[in-house]
C-alpha cells in the first residue's frame, strides 16, 4: 500500500474516534485535516494552507444564503409562526383519529418550509404541539415519535442548509436542488400521515380524535396560516420559477418574516438581539465545519484516499446500483454518529468521486441531483436512528417523563415510511429529476 494512502486511512479512522468520544465534529475535522497535511507535506504546506483558506471557503457568493435562511428561521420561531400552523393544520385535521398527530406532521412540514432546519423545527413543534397530543390522551411513544419524526422534514423541504451546502460540495446549482426536492418532500409528508392513518387504525386507543372546530375557528384559523403561505409562495416560488436566485429570495424572506413579526408584536428589540444572537452562533458553528472539511478534504486528497476508494468500487465488479445502495447504508450508519450537516461535509467528498464514475444513465448533472436527494433522505434517518437520534433527544427534553425507549418505538414506523420512500426514489429517479426538467427546461 501507497505510504500516503496508509496516512490517509489511519487519518480517516483517527476521525471516527474523535467523533466517537464526542469531540465536536469541527474541532476532529480540524485537528485530523492540520496533522494529517503536516505528516505528509510538512508545516511549511499547512501554513500556506491557512494563509488563505478561510477567506477561499467564507467568501463564496452562495454560501451567503445559510445564514440568510438560518436568520429567517429563527425569526420564524421566536414569531410564534409555529403556533398558527398548528392551529391551522388542527383546523383541518384535528377532527379525524389520529388528527391531532398529522396536524403536528403538516404543521412540521409548513414550519420547515420557512425554517430549513431539523433541530428547529422538531424543538418548535414540539414546544407547540405536544400540549395538545397529551391533552388528547395520546399513547406517548406515537406522540414523541410523530414530533421527531415530524422534525426530519426540515432538512429536505426548501429551503434546506444542508441542500444548499451539498449543492455548493458537487458543485449543483442550488435552485435546481430546491426544485428537486419539493415532490420527495411532499412524498415524506404524504408517507408520514399515510403512517400515522394505519397506526391508529390497528391500535385505535393510541391516537384518539379531535374535538371538530366551528365554522368561525376554521376560518379564523386558516386566515392565520394565509401570510406564512403567501412568504413560502413569495420566496420559493420565486426561486422555482426564475424570478431570483437563492440568495436574494434569502433576504426577500429573512424581510418579510421580520414585518410580520413585527406587525403581530411577537418580535421586540430584546428577541431580535436573541435571533441576531443564535443566527451568528449557530452560522459561526456552520462555517467552522465547512473549515474544518476543507483541511480534512485537502489532507484526504494528498493522501489518495477519495480516490483509491473510487477505483476499488469502480473495478469491484459490482453494479452501479449495488454499489449505490452500500454507500447509503453507510450514510445510515454515520447518521448513528454524527449530526446531518456534518455528515454531508465529512461523506460526501468521498462519495460523489465513487458515484461521479459510475454508469446510471443519465447525465452528470442530474446524477449530482439525484444522489443530493437520496443522500439527503437517508441522512433524514440519521436524526431518528440510535444510538444518537437528534431528533429523539430534542424531543425527549421537552417529554422528560417519557423514557427515550418509548420515543425511538414511536419513531420506528416513520422509519420504515421513510426507507420505502428511499426505494421509490432509487427505483424511480422520474421523481426527483422531473420537476426540475419541467420547470428550468
Not at 20 to 34: D, H, Q
Not at 89 to 115: D, K, P, Q, T, Y
Amino acid at each position: 500500500m501507497d505510504h500516503a494512502l496508509l496516512i490517509g486511512l489511519i487519518g480517516l479512522v483517527a476521525l471516527v474516534l474523535l467523533i466517537a468520544i464526542r469531540i465536536p465534529v469541527a474541532y476532529s475535522m480540524i485537528l485530523v485535516g492540520a496533522i494529517g497535511i503536516v505528516v505528509l507535506d510538512g508545516s511549511a504546506i499547512l501554513l500556506s494552507q491557512l494563509k488563505d483558506l478561510a477567506w477561499a471557503q467564507f467568501s463564496i457568493y452562495d454560501l451567503s444564503v445559510v445564514p440568510m435562511f438560518i436568520l429567517m428561521g429563527n425569526i420564524a420561531t421566536r414569531a410564534g409562526l409555529s403556533l398558527d400552523l398548528f392551529r391551522a393544520a388542527n383546523a383541518w385535521l384535528g377532527w379525524m383519529r389520529g388528527g391531532v398527530a398529522m396536524s403536528a406532521i403538516a404543521a412540521c412540514a409548513g414550519f420547515g418550509s420557512v425554517c430549513g432546519s431539523s433541530l428547529a423545527t422538531a424543538s418548535t413543534m414540539g414546544q407547540v404541539a405536544l400540549p395538545e397530543l397529551r391533552r388528547y390522551r395520546y399513547k406517548p411513544s406515537l406522540a414523541t415519535g410523530t414530533l421527531a419524526a415530524g422534525g426530519v422534514l426540515g432538512i429536505l423541504i426548501p429551503p434546506s442548509v444542508v441542500l444548499v451546502v451539498y449543492a455548493i460540495i458537487v458543485e449543483a446549482s442550488i435552485t435546481t436542488m430546491f426544485i428537486a426536492a419539493f415532490i420527495p418532500g411532499l412524498i415524506a409528508v404524504l408517507a408520514f400521515l399515510f403512517t400515522i392513518a394505519i397506526y391508529v387504525r390497528l391500535r385505535p386507543d393510541s391516537g384518539p380524535p379531535g374535538d371538530p372546530v366551528d365554522r368561525a375557528e376554521f376560518i379564523a384559523a386558516t386566515k392565520a396560516m394565509a401570510p406564512v403561505a403567501a412568504i413560502f409562495a413569495i420566496v420559493i416560488g420565486g426561486i422555482y420559477f426564475g424570478f431570483f436566485n437563492p440568495t436574494p429570495a434569502a433576504a426577500i424572506g429573512v424581510v418579510l418574516v421580520l414585518v410580520l413579526g413585527l406587525w403581530r408584536r411577537a418580535i421586540g428589540l430584546e428577541k431580535l438581539r436573541l435571533v441576531l444572537y443564535d443566527t451568528a452562533a449557530t452560522s459561526g458553528m456552520i462555517f467552522l465545519i465547512l473549515l474544518g472539511a476543507e483541511l480534512l478534504k485537502i489532507f484526504m486528497s494528498r493522501g489518495g484516499v477519495p480516490q483509491a476508494a473510487a477505483e476499488m468500487l469502480a473495478t469491484s465488479g459490482l453494479p452501479p446500483m449495488a454499489i449505490l445502495l452500500l454507500l447509503l447504508v453507510a450514510l445510515i450508519a454515520l447518521g448513528c454518529l454524527m449530526d446531518s450537516l456534518s455528515m454531508i461535509l465529512l461523506a460526501i467528498p468521498f462519495f460523489w468521486p465513487v458515484i461521479s464514475v459510475l454508469d446510471f444513465g443519465m447525465p452528470a448533472e442530474d446524477l449530482k441531483v439525484w444522489f443530493g436527494i437520496l443522500a439527503l433522505v437517508v441522512v433524514e434517518l440519521g436524526l431518528i436512528t440510535p444510538p444518537v437520534g437528534m431528533n429523539v433527544f430534542v424531543i425527549n427534553s421537552l417529554a422528560p417523563d417519557v423514557p427515550m425507549r418509548e420515543t425511538f418505538l414511536g419513531v420506528m414506523p416513520f422509519f420504515f415510511a421513510e426507507i420505502v420512500r428511499v426505494a421509490l426514489l432509487v427505483t424511480f429517479p422520474a421523481l426527483t429529476l422531473w420537476l426540475p426538467a419541467l420547470l428550468m427546461g
